[in-house]
């Protein structure tokens, strides 16, 4: 490989890394672990469509596992999901709410009057990955319900 290839791979890794380490300062604490399942967890997941579509697909693989592993939870309403493009109008008010910026992935985990927003940003470093886009979400997940 050319110097100024693996310069430019150098320098992309160096800048995920960066921005992975900034998302998660900037992120909520880590919740205290539960002794009660939450009333709802809003798991919200924002893509640019102005980028390109493909931003979109990790949000079908975030639905899908919920679906497979959390169907109870998203039967009775206590487990939520979005995927919000960030460039529709529409979704100004909630992309704002969040502070939200493309490949961006929140739960909102809210108690009686109380909500915490846990920001998960390893999903930039799993977005091409399908299964780990699954191991993510059940992970973080799994903390406030059982796995079906």
Request: glycine share 4%; net charge negative; aromatic share 8%.
């Amino acid at each position: 490989m050319k110097l100024s290839v693996k310069i430019n791979q150098t320098l992309i890794i160096l800048l995920v890394m960066i921005m992975f380490g900034v998302l998660s300062s900037c992120s909520s604490p880590a919740p205290v672990e539960p002794t009660q399942p939450p009333d709802r967890v809003d798991v919200v997941y924002f893509y640019d469509s102005e980028i390109c579509q493909c931003e979109a697909a990790p949000g079908v693989r975030i639905q899908g596992t919920l679906y497979i592993n959390f169907s109870k939870e998203l039967a009775n309403g206590q487990l939520t999901f979005q995927s919000i493009d960030i460039n529709d109008p529409n979704n100004a008010a909630i992309t704002n709410k969040y502070r939200a910026k493309s490949l961006s992935l929140f739960l909102n985990v809210v108690r009686g009057d109380t909500e915490q927003t846990v920001a998960v940003p390893e999903i930039v470093l799993v977005k091409d990955d399908d299964e780990a886009i699954g191991r993510l979400i059940v992970d973080r997940i799994s903390k406030y319900f059982e796995v079906d």
